[in-house]
């Protein structure tokens, strides 16, 4: 801790902070799904899901998630394309892998008991130091930090911290702060009432200062520093990747589709037949008929440009055109794809973007 975050942490009002903090998120915290009791699996999935991820957009996701998998024997135990399926649509999609990886690893070493300790909880995959402390805080009452962007903006205004919040050593910083604070007899609802706080009050612009149950103990509103607080370091602008997609229909009218590989980007999710295009090697039409026509060891009549689309990532644009063909002569061989209707796409895992394709498909009549 710098020398100058201990002083101020030593001259500041903690026992008023961690009491105005608390008793305000007990009484004005939202009605959420995942606050209806303190079950570890239950903390674990609903934190898992919020990170990069809207509240509202969450909860219709995590109420069905509830109910298809409720206990980590269930997630544990069910096929991974069942899982990528109620993910659908959440994003992240790694999220739901390393989840149930980490759930089957409680479910064989800890006999279905998430565990209580720092050092085993933060073990499992995918689960960081913030979701540790979420889940040892919330469910277990161990007085844990758990500090996501939301808290390192609080704390910034709160305790004037200057360190940039994009650079992420400086969560140590947020870390060793939260220590010195939290409260010990409520952790829960301390460390959600900083996230709490957060998202509702002390929002990155225009924060309700007014209404903050704060208000007295915070020194940038004191001092007049709300709008300069936090620092944090400008994004660099997302890549943009240009990709074709091929959507072949057979004889029988089904469209072939083709599994991701295992890892990287939207692994083992399904999609229409895609490849990028790479402008300075191959034209367009060369580029489908490498990937249509020898990859998958079918005959293709000449495909049609139908439509383009785009769909963004947090640090990347995919910009697509889609071209539509029907099949002279197919192979028997091919492995890692294969032939479905419209109706059949619907129930496989697809991204969100390969949706808007059958989608827009389906709505043409193809």
């Known amino acids: 801790m710098n020398s100058d975050l201990q002083h101020t942490l030593?001259?500041?009002?903690?026992?008023?902070?961690?009491?105005?903090?608390?008793?305000?998120?007990?009484?004005?915290?939202?009605?959420?799904?995942?606050?209806?009791?303190?079950?570890?699996?239950?903390?674990?999935?609903?934190?898992?899901?919020?990170?990069?991820?809207?509240?509202?957009?969450?909860?219709?996701?995590?109420?069905?998630?509830?109910?298809?998998?409720?206990?980590?024997?269930?997630?544990?135990?069910?096929?991974?394309?069942?899982?990528?399926?109620?993910?659908?649509?959440?994003?992240?999609?790694s999220r739901a892998r390393n989840l149930q990886s980490a759930v089957r690893e409680v479910h064989e070493v800890y006999n279905g008991q998430v565990p209580n300790t720092p050092e085993n909880i933060s073990k499992l995959k995918g689960v960081g130091p913030y979701t540790a402390g979420a889940i040892l805080s919330i469910a277990y009452g161990i007085p844990e930090p758990a500090v996501d962007g939301n808290v390192m903006r609080v704390l910034s205004r709160i305790l004037t911290i200057r360190e940039d919040i994009g650079v992420p050593k400086n969560r140590k910083i947020f870390e060793q702060a939260v220590r010195a604070l939290i409260s010990h007899e409520d952790p829960s609802a301390f460390n959600q009432g900083m996230m709490e706080l957060g998202a509702l009050i002390c929002t990155p612009t225009n924060p309700a200062c007014l209404l903050c149950p704060v208000r007295e103990q915070c020194m940038a509103f004191e001092n007049g520093l709300v709008n300069e607080l936090p620092i944090k370091s400008k994004k660099k602008a997302p890549k943009q990747v240009e990709l074709v997609v091929g959507v072949i229909k057979n004889k029988e009218g089904?469209?072939?589709?083709?599994?991701?590989?295992?890892?990287?980007?939207?692994?083992n999710?399904?999609?229409?037949?895609?490849?990028?295009?790479?402008?300075?090697?191959?034209?367009?039409?060369?580029?489908?008929?490498?990937?249509?026509?020898?990859?998958?060891?079918?005959?293709?009549?000449?495909?049609?440009?139908?439509?383009?689309?785009?769909?963004?990532?947090?640090?990347?644009?995919w910009k697509i055109d889609v071209y539509v063909g029907n099949t002279i002569k197919e192979s028997n061989s091919l492995t890692t794809h294969k032939w479905v209707s419209l109706e059949e796409c619907k129930d496989l895992p697809f991204p969100v973007v390969h949706q808007k394709i059958y989608q827009q498909i389906e709505k043409s009549q193809l």
Do not use: C
Not at 271 to 279: G, Y
Not at 307 to 316: A, D, G, N, Q
């Open 10 to 93: 030593e001259v500041f009002p903690k026992n008023d902070f961690k009491n105005n903090l608390v008793n305000w998120f007990l009484a004005e915290q939202r009605n959420l799904p995942w606050r209806l009791n303190k079950d570890p699996y239950r903390v674990w999935v609903s934190e898992i899901m919020l990170q990069q991820t809207r509240v509202e957009t969450v909860i219709p996701f995590y109420n069905k998630f509830m109910q298809l998998f409720p206990t980590v024997a269930d997630l544990a135990n069910a096929k991974e394309e069942k899982v990528l399926k109620a993910w659908e649509g959440l994003g992240y999609y």
């Open 254 to 267: 089904k469209f072939l589709i083709q599994q991701r590989p295992q890892t990287g980007l939207l692994a």
């Open 269 to 317: 999710m399904w999609e229409f037949p895609t490849a990028e295009l790479k402008s300075n090697l191959l034209s367009k039409g060369d580029t489908l008929g490498f990937f249509l026509n020898e990859e998958y060891k079918i005959e293709v009549e000449e495909l049609a440009y139908h439509f383009s689309i785009e769909h963004v990532f947090t640090h990347l644009v």
